[in-house]
């Protein structure tokens, strides 16, 4: 977590924290096809320093779909030929209300 | 005791070999007493590892007849006397021969019960693993008890129709006139399965052919198109008109073998632009009814395309492939009707997100809302611009992407995707209900409805990247002209071959002649080609 790059000291990685107390730590550039992170890290917030968000509304089942997400987009985010991310059914209602809660919606790929 | 439950008495490791052991030379038994494993600590106790508690799997039991002597167990497992009083057994179970390991043997078989059968199952430690309680998470859909679409009676009728068509063979279905207000799936799926009676005759062999399927749905109250006329690949000649359909389904695109689609008198008001596709490659495909119907409108006919090269470079960049018609080289018999469509407008594009909320000033009236003659005029837009709400322009630009490419990449978004398993999934209808109850985001619940319908019905694909969208974020209207081609050749009295070729337009009124198709694109980079007319470079026809 020492990794640091030019802008501002800040790590290359952030910690994200479900409900349930899991944390994952992802890639900072990974985060930002989320709003809501990518909102938590602008504006001199503290988890902007800190590095560390809290989702409090997120089960750690759920937010390591979605981590998986963010890799899985940061990945292919310049790729034309993108497969498709495996998403079990149990959980894909969650995930809608996950993804609609970080603003994960359709963009500019 | 004084074990924890649920322990039986311990076993005492045997002090002597038994003595058939020692006795027989030259036959290798299996023993325990060589390997005597320890007692089993207090811990393990709850082991159901069975040697420490039958008697009938060990090893030596088919010696029963050389009088061994079984000194470590009495009777099978249940009658083990279980330490705590809270265990199967109870506190009525006999102590005594357990207690005593010396206990003489009674020399009865008890029959195996079979219970240590599956100890495979049995002995895993799954349940050990310490794990916190998962926190609660939405409460799980209840198991919903599919209801038996019943029949309406003018649908069993139908089905009658339906069955005797298809074993009698009869190529023509004519559903026409009865009164169906809606037609269930399994009415019309054994058409897939008809085959029609071939052609025998003398000399000529057995060829089976393929079916060609005509189908006459018109003149009833149909408000939605029947989805399982998607599968009836063989489907030739389609009628609905004189119905109440609102809106065609993009899937339509998939029945290749249409000749015929009669799509009139509806309350249609625009076609999928996947139509487009199917009049223009479809290989026979003569004749199109589409007027009258509700059709949107544009407000003013004054953006034209220059001529043919603006419109191909248009459709080549927003369509991935250039006109189609006389370019196609296909094989299309003697006589042959072709369409093609002249680009003449086309409306601002409506951006939304995928639940459904619209960020641009464009907006096209909503699906419940009557139209009358000024609300269903829509606007238009230069081919050379592309209003882009300046949501949608800050986000580009906080991406660090502000050029627009017409290529788009990466992947769906995360909520996309996870609409689309959801609306595949096996209770899907339930789904929404769920999003509805309280403490959830109920404003999820009708995009994720209209998701259902549109995969029910098909699904969709973008019109620029050609990826599935079950929730697409760009919509806009091309305004065309549809234009049938009829070639006949004729062979004259000399010999020589002429063609006749008749152009028409697809109706000859002003107010019908612009067909309003839907283009729709999976992310806000899916947008029509914006022309720029110096750029325009000549493309060779094909």
């Known amino acids: ?109 | 005791m004084e074990v924890d439950e649920p322990t039986l008495s311990s076993l005492p490791v045997p002090d002597e070999l038994p003595a058939f052991i020692t006795n027989v030379p030259g036959v290798r038994k299996r023993s325990r007493g060589y390997y005597a494993p320890p007692p089993p600590s207090p811990g393990m106790s709850s082991s159901s590892d069975p040697a420490y508690f039958s008697s009938d799997d060990d090893p030596a039991l088919d010696n029963y007849l050389q009088g061994r002597r079984k000194r470590r167990y009495v009777g099978s497992w249940f009658d083990q006397v279980p330490a705590s009083s809270d265990s199967v057994m109870g506190d009525d179970a006999d102590p005594g021969p357990s207690s005593n390991p010396r206990h003489k043997r009674h020399l009865k078989r008890q029959p195996d019960s079979g219970v240590w059968v599956g100890q495979d199952a049995a002995t895993d430690t799954d349940g050990d693993i310490d794990l916190p309680p998962l926190a609660a998470r939405l409460p799980l859909p209840l198991p919903v008890v599919k209801r038996i679409p019943r029949l309406s009676s003018e649908e069993q009728r139908a089905q009658n129709v339906v069955l005797a068509c298809v074993d009698d063979g009869r190529e023509d279905v004519d559903l026409s006139q009865m009164g169906l207000a809606s037609i269930a799936d399994s009415v019309l799926e054994p058409l897939a399965g008809l085959t029609p009676i071939p052609v025998v005759e003398k000399d000529v062999p057995f060829v089976p052919r393929d079916p060609s399927l005509k189908l006459f749905l018109g003149n009833n109250q149909l408000s939605r198109f029947p989805s399982a006329l998607l599968d009836l690949q063989h489907l030739t000649v389609l009628s609905l008109r004189n119905n109440k359909l609102a809106e065609l389904p993009p899937a339509i695109a998939k029945l290749k073998n249409l000749t015929t689609l009669n799509i009139a008198n509806n309350r249609l008001r625009h076609l999928p632009g996947e139509l487009i596709d199917l009049m223009e490659s479809a290989i026979g495909f003569h004749t199109l009814n589409i007027h009258p119907n509700s059709f949107f409108q544009p407000k003013d006919r004054r953006y034209f395309l220059a001529d043919d090269l603006m419109q191909h470079e248009y459709e080549y960049r927003t369509r991935g492939s250039g006109i189609h018609g006389f370019l196609v080289d296909r094989d299309r018999g003697e006589n042959f009707t072709l369409f093609t469509t002249a680009l003449r407008a086309r409306t601002p594009v409506q951006f939304s997100n995928s639940a459904g909320h619209v960020l641009s000033k464009f907006i096209f009236p909503e699906k419940t809302q009557r139209l009358t003659d000024s609300s269903k005029q829509l606007e238009t837009e230069d081919f050379g611009s592309l209003v882009i709400p300046q949501t949608v322009k800050q986000h580009l630009e906080s991406l660090g992407d502000s050029k627009r490419s017409f290529q788009p990449k990466g992947p769906s978004s995360l909520l996309a995707t996870a609409m689309r398993v959801a609306a595949r999934s096996k209770d899907a209808e339930s789904l929404p209900n769920f999003l509805r109850s309280d403490g959830c985001p109920s404003h999820l619940a009708d995009p994720l409805e209209r998701a259902i319908v549109v995969d029910k019905m098909g699904g969709q694909h973008c019109t620029v990247c050609k990826r599935e969208t079950l929730c697409p974020v760009t919509e806009w209207i091309e305004f065309r002209e549809i234009r049938s081609t009829t070639v006949e050749r004729m062979t004259s009295a000399e010999g020589t071959t002429e063609a006749r070729i008749r152009h028409r337009n697809i109706s000859g009124r002003e107010d019908e002649a612009w067909v309003p198709f839907l283009r729709r694109g999976c992310s806000w980079a899916c947008t029509p080609n914006v022309l720029d007319s110096s750029d325009v470079t000549p493309h060779t026809m094909l």
């Not at chain 1, 989702?55 to 963010?70: A, C, M, P």
């Not at chain 1, 959980?91 to 919606?105: I, R, S, T």
């Open chain 1, 1 to 109: 977590m020492d990794a640091t790059n030019g802008n501002g000291g800040a790590s290359k990685y952030i910690t994200l924290v479900s409900k349930d107390g899991f944390e994952f730590v992802v890639l900072r550039e990974a985060t930002l096809c989320s709003d809501y992170i990518r909102g938590m890290l602008r504006n001199n917030m503290t988890e902007a320093r800190t590095g560390r968000c809290e989702l409090q509304d997120i089960n750690g089942v759920i937010l390591e779909k979605v981590v998986e997400y963010f890799h899985y987009w940061y990945k292919y985010r310049d790729r034309e030929d993108v497969p498709d991310m495996e998403i079990p059914v149990e959980n894909c209602l969650e995930l809608v209300v996950a993804a609609d809660y970080l603003g994960m919606d359709s963009k500019p790929h």
